[in-house]
């Protein structure tokens, strides 16, 4: 393993494709388009285009053949393709434990001994085509700027992520759960027929300055990461605090906020993992202790 390898497998867990055939494997990698501006009013694809480039420097070497692309408004498509019985392909294929969509895939074993660098690239590449920041991701106070990374479907991949940045000594400011207590409390989208308000992104928020030692190849996301974490700094300075007194501190180190929610009838939804489904919660730390994100 390196750093370009676990960067890779980031991009594959967070927002990968695994197809297959008698002969031949293609990989390929969704890079969202949150918004077609910048806050500051730039062209979203054109520096996912320049960041492209940087990426394809980056793998070529290690994949050993050409990285291809495609971009609509949208979304930008990196892909490539390679023998069944490539060495690269393999491991990947060992890595995912062959399974094909980032719907499914779990954070490959590998990483919870490996060395830091390794974590941090994978989470990198995991964070390049999850994860946004933007003006809007403020938290109520109007200066905590805060990562979003989303995460579709993949319940068990939420928790494996906090593990991750939890080595990192990196802690998570809150995890909104696409969980029917969390995203539908009061039954308001119930009541109003629609049931399946609830089946949305799952969302990991960070601070953004505890982000900064992970990073976006992503140029523009770099840009706005580091805007908004200096940001915040200057703010607690001119306030004569400690920046890392207010955001460096897990969910288990932090008094425990809940919210009486209301039973939901979704609570035992097949799409809710077995662990957790049927059971009420009132606050996201007890889903994601639920799910092995814990001290």
């Known amino acids: 393993m390196n750093i370009r390898m676990a960067y890779l497998l980031g991009m594959i867990v967070g927002n990968g494709e695994i197809q297959r055939n008698n002969s031949t494997t293609k990989i390929l990698i969704n890079i969202p388009h949150k918004n077609e501006k910048t806050d500051d009013g730039n062209d979203v694809k054109i520096y996912v285009k320049a960041s492209i480039a940087d990426i394809k420097s980056a793998l070529e070497q290690t994949i050993g053949t050409t990285l291809n692309h495609t971009q609509n408004d949208r979304v930008s498509t990196i892909y490539f393709e390679k023998q069944n019985s490539d060495y690269l392909i393999t491991e990947i294929m060992r890595m995912c434990q062959n399974e094909r969509t980032f719907e499914t895939m779990r954070v490959p074993q590998y990483f919870y001994t490996a060395p830091h660098d390794e974590i941090l690239y994978f989470l990198r590449g995991f964070c390049d085509v999850t994860a946004y920041i933007r003006k809007s991701n403020c938290y109520i106070d109007g200066i905590t700027h805060r990562v979003y990374i989303e995460i579709m479907h993949n319940w068990y991949v939420v928790a494996e992520i906090c593990n991750l940045l939890k080595i990192l000594d990196i802690p998570v400011h809150t995890i909104d759960w696409a969980h029917p207590n969390m995203r539908d409390g009061k039954l308001v989208k119930y ?66 906020i809940t919210k009486i929610r209301q039973r939901h009838p979704s609570e035992n939804d097949v799409s809710i993992p077995p ?21």
């Open 275 to 295: 662990e957790i489904r049927g059971k009420h919660y009132d606050c996201w730390q007890d889903i994601a202790k639920d799910l092995g994100y814990e001290e």
């Open 191 to 256: 009541n109003e027929g629609n049931p399946n308000f609830w089946k949305k992104e799952h969302q990991i928020k960070i601070t953004a300055n505890e982000f900064l030692p992970i990073g976006f190849t992503v140029i523009h996301k770099n840009n706005a990461l580091n805007r908004y974490a200096n940001e915040m700094s200057n703010y607690y300075a001119f306030s004569g605090k400690n920046i890392a007194d207010i955001t460096h501190r897990f969910y288990w180190e932090k008094r425990k």
